[in-house]
């Protein structure tokens, strides 16, 4: 699904390199690439390249292998550009900053407050 029913997710225009953006890993199935507007010294968005769910819950529920990818990329990333120490933010529902509705984590590491607290 993707926010405006027909046209694809800016994630997914990502995936098919439509729009340009910093990518530091990929798999068959899941993509990360630096946030435009980073809230940590380290935030990383990793994305599944489907654009099937819209959040965490639905991933979860629909595609639990493909969740634990998501998860297993993010750790390497942590592990890769912070030691391994990070905060995984997966938000759900406009109320709580989801902006854009395709499912996507943040990874977040160094320096990080309550203001790093990402929305997206």
């Not at 530091?24 to 010294?41: L, N, R, S, Y």
């Amino acid at each position: 699904m993707s926010t405006s029913g027909d046209s694809p997710s800016i994630f997914s225009r990502i995936v098919a390199r439509e729009i340009p953006a910093t990518i530091i890993a990929e798999t068959e199935t899941v993509i990360a690439f630096e946030d435009i507007a980073p809230k940590a010294p380290v935030h990383v968005l990793v994305v599944p390249k489907t654009e099937k769910y819209r959040n965490v819950v639905e991933l979860a529920a629909g595609d639990p292998a493909l969740l634990a990818e998501v998860v297993a990329l993010a750790s390497r990333i942590a592990d890769e550009r912070a030691g391994g120490e990070f905060r995984l933010v997966f938000n759900t529902g406009e109320a709580a900053g989801q902006t854009v509705f395709h499912v996507h984590a943040h990874v977040l590491a160094g320096g990080l407050g309550e203001d790093s607290l990402a929305d997206g």
